[in-house]
């Protein structure tokens, strides 16, 4: 009886061992799905990283042809308002030329008026002077 006793513990000891192998093979089963779940989430982030690096590299060319643009509207920005800025220096010198040339010329105008006066202001004298001396 002792040998029907021992296998009776073998086979319930082989027993528990197929039923822990058994819930182990169904836990390694469902370990099995959540990784390829896993991996199939992995494969998605990469995918979406792809997708935000792809994005990133686009805003960048579009970040540097702005800058490209802006740099050509700033140099004809520059280029324009140089001119225009000479322009209006130019004409400023030909304004004040003007002034001086009209200032000169009213300057000798005021001489000329002056000496006409004067001249006027000598021949009254004369003239007084002369009609003075026929009246004594």
């Known amino acids: 009886m002792a040998n029907e006793d021992i296998l009776r513990q073998l086979l319930e000891t082989q027993n ?11 836990k390694l089963d469902a ?9 199939k989430s992995q494969l998605k982030m990469d995918h979406r990283l792809s997708s935000l690096e792809n994005g990133q ?8 042809s702005l800058e490209k643009g802006l740099q050509k509207v700033e140099t004809r920005i520059e280029n324009e308002l140089t001119e225009k800025i000479r ?3 130019d004409s400023r010198e030909v304004t004040n030329d003007k002034f001086d040339q009209i200032l000169n010329k009213l300057t000798d105008l005021e001489n000329t008026s002056d000496y006409v ?9 004369k003239q007084f002077t002369s009609q ?3 009246i004594k």
């Open 16 to 26: 528990k061992i197929l039923e822990t192998l058994k819930s182990h093979d169904s």
């Open 31 to 39: 370990l099995s799905e959540n990784l390829k779940g896993l991996e």
């Open 57 to 64: 590299v686009k805003m960048t060319d579009r970040l540097n």
């Open 87 to 89: 322009g209006l220096y």
């Open 117 to 125: 006066l004067l001249k006027l202001a000598q021949h009254e004298v």
């Open 132 to 134: 003075r001396k026929m």
